[in-house]
């Protein structure tokens, strides 16, 4: 529990890594990246930023966290994960990128969770 906040800062970056180096969905041969996906400006490029922005935020506010966690950051983060580990694990034709976003993503989550729950504090 002491070292939660490395956990959450872990796995949001390797859901970041996931979404932008690796093929997020393939089908007959063809692998699209994330950002392939945002950049097409297409009609579901709306879902790149649904799941790119929070676990960037999750590696914004686990770092925030190294030294005092608050509850209302680690709480909306918790809140805002909850699409990126849904929409990753259900992506048709999902490749290594989605399974990588889902299990960093969920991991990130449960992180978020537990420091809402225990919120980490300086030691003084």
Same mark, same amino acid.
């Given at each position: 529990?002491?070292?939660?906040?490395?956990?959450?800062?872990?796995?949001? =970056?390797?859901?970041?890594?996931? @979404? !932008?180096?690796? /093929?997020?969905?393939? %089908?007959?041969?063809?692998?699209?990246?994330? $950002?392939?996906?945002?950049?097409?400006?297409?009609?579901?490029?709306?879902?790149?930023?649904?799941?790119?922005?929070?676990?960037?935020?999750?590696?914004?506010?686990?770092?925030?966290?190294?030294?005092?966690?608050?509850?209302?950051? =680690?709480?909306?983060?918790?809140? @805002? !994960?909850?699409? /990126?580990?849904?929409? %990753?694990?259900?992506?048709?034709?999902?490749? $290594?990128?989605?399974?990588?976003?889902?299990?960093?993503?969920?991991?990130?989550?449960?992180?978020?969770?537990?420091?809402?729950?225990?919120?980490?504090?300086?030691?003084?």
């Amino acid at each position: 529990m002491k070292h939660i906040h490395f956990v959450l800062l872990a796995a949001a =970056t390797l859901a970041t890594i996931a @979404l !932008l180096a690796l /093929p997020w969905v393939s %089908s007959d041969g063809v692998s699209i990246s994330m $950002l392939e996906i945002i950049k097409t400006k297409a009609h579901g490029s709306q879902v790149g930023y649904v799941v790119l922005v929070p676990v960037a935020l999750g590696i914004l506010v686990g770092a925030l966290s190294i030294k005092r966690s608050q509850r209302w950051m =680690t709480g909306v983060l918790a809140f @805002l !994960l909850i699409p /990126p580990t849904l929409l %990753s694990a259900v992506a048709r034709h999902g490749a $290594l990128g989605a399974h990588l976003c889902t299990a960093g993503a969920g991991l990130a989550l449960i992180a978020a969770i537990i420091l809402t729950i225990k919120p980490n504090r300086a030691v003084a």
